[in-house]
T-cell receptor, first 113, second 109 residues
């Protein structure tokens, strides 16, 4: 298996633009997570899906952020409109189930100018 | 907030054992201890986890004290490629993994 695949690896966008980050979890995994990492705040859990259903989105910073998982093999994290303070590395992770270890993708480095 | 306390940094000579401590005095009975590491510019990587018994796999050993209030991750023969930030996390399910600031391990030749 190729592991968790995220795209794009790097994204530079202007403030106010819509940004969509994509994630393909490991085949057969039922849980999917979105994390954000910054120097100031470290790794933060944004949202968690189980069997394609959002379970806990308490970490989503504000309404500008939304996440979807239309099927078991694809998820998106959208920021609309983007702001410079959204600049961070966004990681997607998946696990077989809620008790198993999580496997992380390589991340998307987002820069909002 | 993270529920664990780790030293911010440690050094280890290549080939020697690296012992990374973690305090988790508020751990509850059904919570596991997880260890992940993050090598520069990469996503976090799972290492090992345990509940109350000591655990060993091909990467490391995990020693949990009898009262479960602390644990130690042991890398038996550290290499330069083990240089990374190591995170100790407690939780009942993967969905509640809260990463702290971790320990930055520097392995030197």
């Amino acid at each position: 298996d190729a592991g968790v695949i995220q795209s794009p690896r790097h994204e530079v966008t202007e403030m106010g633009q819509e940004v969509t980050l994509r994630c393909k979890p490991i085949s057969g995994h039922n849980s999917l997570f979105w994390y954000r990492q910054t120097m100031m705040r470290g790794l933060e859990l944004l949202i968690y899906f189980n069997n394609n259903v959002p379970i806990d989105d308490s970490g989503m910073p504000e309404d500008r952020f939304s996440a979807k998982m239309p099927n078991a093999s694809f998820s998106t994290l959208k920021i609309q409109p983007s702001e410079p303070r959204d600049s961070a590395v966004y990681f997607c992770a998946s696990s077989l189930d809620r008790e198993s270890e999580a496997f992380f993708g390589q991340g998307t480095r987002l820069t909002v100018v | 907030d993270a529920k664990t306390t780790q030293p911010p940094s440690m050094d280890c000579a290549e080939g020697r054992a690296a012992n990374l401590p973690c305090n988790h005095s508020t751990i509850s009975g059904n919570e596991y201890v997880y260890w992940y590491r993050q090598i520069h510019s990469q996503g976090p990587q799972y290492i090992i986890h345990g509940l109350k018994n000591n655990e060993t796999n091909e990467m490391a050993s995990l020693i949990i004290t009898e009262d479960r209030k602390s644990s130690t991750l042991i890398l038996p023969h550290a290499t330069l490629r083990d240089t990374a930030v190591y995170y100790c996390i407690t939780g009942g399910n993967t969905d509640k993994l809260i990463f702290g600031t971790g320990t930055r391990l520097q392995v030197f030749p």
